[in-house]
């Protein structure tokens, strides 16, 4: 049958079943060289070589997968579903090696985290520390963003496991999400601040001054725009975006900019005479965070040997308050 008239049939699993790793290799690298010539010399293959093994694919699945233009191909709907396809497989089989090597050598395999700042930061310097003394041949991997872009490093296999919260509600028919503890918020400045004092300031006051603010994405920076909104009141001086802690930091202790931060992020600051908290009176509280995974998808060991380090530890931390 002809891969350029679909049969209309389902795709059978024994039709996928016969694509083989070099197969998926080829597939792989042809959808970023868009090029068959390209990928007959990165696949060590002539081109007519090359030629007869996309054939061969789309004779399998029954599809033609690119469009044959003259300076190059250009994957078509299936065709780029089936390169998501042949890109994640190849990436599981590399973690899978790359974790059966060094179990094989002795150690104890890899894990990669993706975190917010924060408490929940705060909360897995302490569990990284404690995996290492549980695990000290284990190899962890530590990303810090905001939760919309972790969820998609998530949703690609770029890390195992998300410590952070959903950005839409839709997410949790993919992810799976585990509560670990709440967050406390606290307006900021640089110690300098005129603000600075027992004295609480009015919202009104407060939206006179300029803000540093999380991006727009971040459950932080919905708080902080609600905190307003609902008052009818909007900043009037001046705003500086930024995901960055040490940024704003610095951003603090240079200006009369104020911003509203976590509480464990900032404490220490603050017991070090770097910043100084405002004594506004205004929610103090954020949506809990936890961790979240892949939904059906069970973690490998090490990924489940972080997980169990979390979970005690944020109960710890739940007792103690």
């Given at each position: 049958m002809s891969p350029d008239k679909p049969s209309g049939k389902p795709l059978a699993l024994a039709q996928v079943a016969r694509l083989r790793f070099r197969h998926l290799q080829f597939l792989d690298i042809l959808g970023k060289t868009r090029n068959l010539?390209?990928?007959?010399?990165?696949?060590?293959?002539?081109?007519?070589?090359?030629?007869?093994?996309?054939?061969?694919?789309?004779?399998?699945?029954?599809?033609?997968?690119?469009?044959?233009?003259?300076?190059?191909?250009?994957?078509?709907e299936l065709g780029l579903f089936t390169l998501r396809y042949a890109h994640a497989a190849l990436?599981?089989?590399?973690?899978?090696?790359?974790?059966?090597?060094?179990?094989?050598?002795?150690?104890?395999?890899?894990?990669?985290?993706?975190?917010?700042?924060?408490?929940?930061?705060?909360?897995?310097?302490?569990?990284?520390?404690?995996?290492?003394?549980?695990?000290?041949?284990?190899?962890?991997?530590?990303?810090?963003q905001s939760s919309d872009q972790?969820?998609?490093?998530?949703?690609?296999?770029?890390?195992?496991?998300?410590?952070?919260?959903?950005?839409?509600?839709?997410?949790?028919?993919?992810?799976?999400?585990?509560?670990?503890?709440?967050?406390?918020?606290?307006?900021?400045?640089?110690?300098?601040?005129?603000?600075?004092?027992p004295t609480a300031p009015s919202l009104l006051e407060l939206s006179?001054?300029?803000?540093?603010?999380?991006?727009?994405?971040?459950?932080?920076?919905?708080?902080?725009?609600?905190?307003?909104s609902r008052t009818g009141l909007s900043l009037t001086s001046g705003i500086v975006e930024t995901p960055s802690f040490l940024f704003a930091l610095e951003l603090m202790q240079s200006t009369n900019m104020l911003?509203?931060?976590?509480?464990?992020?900032?404490?220490?600051?603050?017991?070090?005479?770097?910043l100084t908290r405002i004594a506004a009176e205004l929610p103090d509280r954020m949506p809990d965070f936890g961790m979240i995974t892949l939904q059906g998808e069970p973690p490998s060991t090490a990924a489940q040997a972080f997980m169990d380090v979390m979970r005690q530890l944020a109960g710890q931390v739940e007792d103690a308050a």
């Open positions: 010539r390209l990928t007959a010399e990165q696949m060590h293959i002539t081109q007519p070589a090359a030629t007869k093994v996309l054939m061969d694919i789309e004779e399998m699945l029954e599809s033609t997968l690119f469009d044959r233009l003259p300076r190059g191909m250009r994957p078509n990436d599981g089989h590399r973690k899978f090696v790359d974790e059966f090597s060094t179990l094989k050598q002795g150690g104890h395999g890899h894990v990669s985290i993706g975190a917010i700042s924060g408490s929940a930061a705060h909360l897995l310097i302490a569990a990284v520390a404690e995996l290492q003394r549980l695990r000290p041949l284990l190899v962890v991997k530590v990303l810090e972790l969820i998609v490093w998530l949703a690609e296999r770029k890390i195992d496991v998300m410590i952070g919260r959903f950005t839409d509600e839709s997410q949790r028919a993919q992810f799976q999400y585990e509560k670990l503890a709440g967050e406390g918020l606290q307006v900021t400045a640089g110690v300098h601040h005129p603000l600075r004092g006179h001054w300029p803000w540093i603010l999380y991006p727009t994405s971040t459950a932080l920076r919905r708080v902080s725009d609600d905190i307003f911003s509203l931060q976590p509480a464990a992020l900032v404490d220490k600051y603050v017991r070090r005479g770097l």
